[in-house]
């Protein structure tokens, strides 16, 4: 019997033992559990306020790189992260933007195990890059003008490039017998100058698009509905998001119909912004227009059967929209020569400026230059 005692004893003893180290263990647990969850949670927010700053300061690349340095360390500020703790790096072309921080702090169980504290690092880089998808575009596209630069006022819908195939003339080239521009244009000291054989060379013209919803059991494509939803999209633009590549079908050359030039000039009274270099997203002067690979004839099928591929997107500025005429010696010919008094159809027209860098939000990203026609995305790279 005390032999049995004295082994029951010693078994005490050993249990004490291991539940002793179990403590150890579980504190070393404990240390790990929370301490890392805090370094964790210290790295989310972190890397949080560093996406946010990067890409607040890629928003004035390439063109402010001073700028985009301050407004980095702002948001990073605003964050919760301190200008003395955070490094701001912009690469030599002013394409991108790394925001880099990192943090010291104490832990708490791990001290435990010899650890007093733990170091945290975050960076983000945000890149700005050729917009390769645009959303909220009008539903009508252009072919790149033959002289396309952002200096200069360009001229939308003067019978442009792609109308000088359609109409053949000995006495004015590319224009219908008898033409005559609107009374707004002959007498404005900017245009006056430019006649009908010497064209003004910063002009062009628009072709209005079918979008794909979706096909038929045949394999037929079905489009989109026109008529209030047109009026809807060339007012707001279209709330899908197009990428280059994709496909656009022909719907009608350029009509200058009364309800899509009253939108137009609504676009411009809406919008008391008229200085283009303050332009944004947003603004209602600003549309964002498809680049197509060719400007089509004025006589191509509207049944949805010709097919235009995406190149690239712009964005243009409307200055101003003309489509009044002041008296009875104003009017312009329509395509069978007859006189219009309005100021719509042949006689309207509306100026304004492609804009250049101008920054789109994120989206996906090209860097190929020939799909490069001014707008922006701003992408996380790393």
């Excluded at 559990?33 to 949670?41: C, F, H, K």
């Excluded at 101003?320 to 719509?344: A, E, K, W």
């Amino acid at each position: 019997m005390k032999n049995l005692k004295k082994l029951v004893n010693d078994e005490s003893g050993q249990i004490l033992v291991v539940v002793v180290l179990l403590i150890v263990g579980l504190l070393g647990v404990a240390a790990l559990i929370i301490d890392v969850g805090g370094m964790t949670l210290t790295k989310t927010q972190l890397q949080s306020a560093v996406d946010a700053a990067a890409l607040a300061g890629a928003r004035e690349l390439p063109d402010n790189p001073t700028l985009a340095r301050s407004k980095a360390t702002s948001y990073a500020a605003a964050n919760g992260i301190s200008a003395d703790t955070v490094t701001i790096t912009i690469s030599p072309n002013n394409k991108s933007i790394t925001v880099a921080v990192s943090r010291t702090s104490s832990t708490f169980f791990a001290k435990i195990l010899g650890a007093s504290t733990s170091t945290v690092a975050a960076n983000a880089t945000a890149t700005v890059g050729v917009a390769a998808s645009v959303p909220w575009i009008v539903p009508f596209a252009i072919s790149e003008p033959a002289q396309f630069n952002y200096d200069n006022v360009y001229i939308l819908r003067m019978y442009g490039a792609g109308a000088f195939l359609d109409y053949p003339s000995t006495t004015n080239p590319g224009y219908p017998n008898k033409y005559k521009y609107s009374y707004s244009y002959t007498h404005d000291p900017d245009y006056s100058v430019y006649g009908l054989t010497n064209r003004y060379p910063y002009q062009f013209d628009y072709m209005n698009i079918y979008i794909v919803k979706s096909y038929d059991r045949y394999g037929n494509p079905i489009f989109n509905n026109y008529g209030p939803d047109y009026q809807e999209y060339l007012r707001n633009g279209y709330h899908e998001t197009f990428s280059i590549d994709q496909k656009m079908y022909y719907y009608a050359p350029s009509t200058g119909s009364q309800t899509a030039v009253d939108i137009f000039a609504s676009r411009v009274t809406r919008d008391p912004n008229t200085d283009y270099t303050q332009a944004k997203v947003g603004d209602t002067r600003v549309i964002l227009i498809p680049v197509v690979n060719q400007m089509l004839r004025r006589n191509t099928k509207t049944d949805g059967s010709v097919e235009l591929t995406i190149i690239g997107f712009v964005g243009f500025f409307i200055q101003d929209v003309h489509f009044n005429y002041r008296s009875s010696s104003d009017y312009c010919m329509d395509v069978n020569l007859n006189r219009i008094y309005t100021g719509y159809g042949t006689c309207y027209w509306f100026e304004g400026r492609f804009l250049e860098d101008l920054v789109v939000g994120t989206g996906a990203v090209t860097f190929d230059p020939d799909a490069d026609f001014g707008l922006r995305v701003i992408r996380l790279t790393e």
